[in-house]
């Protein structure tokens, strides 16, 4: 190719041309999809052992002009690393808060989970920008869950820890997602100011099947017992895999058994039809 240099060394590979354009109109996309409000959330129910809907989680969906509805997994990657998702973090948290406020004025008593990433988490506004968000939409802190994964503190643990603290006296609860896939040791779990451990998908699914997953969901609910912390496994597709979750003294559930994500105006719709 043209850019093969005298000794034959390729400076610049036609793949990664490719990737550096697709990169770039993508970062271009996304910048016009947020001036745009293109970007819209799902909610997945967070049930108990009786089935009542106890927590919703916010999905991000993009409402793409031509190619539909778009998950968060093709392009969330690039909005963290453009530093997009700081300005998309905001609108997800206004989204998701005016969202609860409606459902709040019609009875809900649960909580709204929002998934924040590294990038945003690190945000010297990030503080700011949820209680803005709170504030704007009139949603009480209690109500809201922030859903971090281990990449966030890990980094620099100290600074995290104060600023969950900061946003924990006002009341906002922590969640820590994917847990038991990342490097982390164990010990961090009880320094950290956390209300909830999500137990990873990876886990769930063999739970039926796999005595080592189940010792490990054993004993993520045992070491959370001790320190006074929800566990609730996700990805729950199945009644056996429920019924396995109960076994092991799981007591909240999210997945496609009881719930797909969905928009909001299909969200309590469908429960009515199950109540019936
Ligand atoms: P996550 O936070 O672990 O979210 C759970 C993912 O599993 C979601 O995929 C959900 O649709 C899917 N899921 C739920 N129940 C089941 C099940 O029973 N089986 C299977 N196979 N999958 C299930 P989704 O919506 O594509 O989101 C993917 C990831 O993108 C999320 O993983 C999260 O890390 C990220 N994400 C989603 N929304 C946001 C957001 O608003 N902000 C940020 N920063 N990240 C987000
Ligand atoms: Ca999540
Ligand atoms: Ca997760
Ligand atoms: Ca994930």
Known sequence: TKMEGRNGYRFFHPEMQRMAEFRLSMEQELHRAIQGQEFTLHYQPQVDTEGRTVGLEALLRWQHPTMGTLGPDKYIGIAEETGLIVPLGRQILRM???????????????????????????????????????????????SLLLEITESVFLDNLEESIEKMEDLCATGIRFS??????????????????????????????????????????????TIAEHLQMTVIAEGVETDDQQKTLIELGCRRFQGYYTGRPVPADQIFAEQKKSDQ
Do not use: H
């Open 96 to 142: 998701a808060c005016g969202q609860l406020q409606i459902w709040k004025a019609q009875g809900f008593q649960g909580t709204m989970a929002v998934n924040i990433s590294a990038r945003q988490f690190r945000d010297p506004y990030f503080v700011k920008d949820v209680q803005d968000a709170l504030a704007e939409t009139g949603v009480d802190p209690g």
């Open 176 to 221: 820590v997602d994917d847990f038991g896939t990342g490097y982390s040791s164990l010990t961090y779990l009880k320094r950290l100011p956390l209300y909830e451990i999500k137990i990873d998908r990876s886990f769930t699914r063999d739970a039926v099947s796999n005595d080592f997953s189940r010792a490990i969901i054993r004993t993520i609910v």
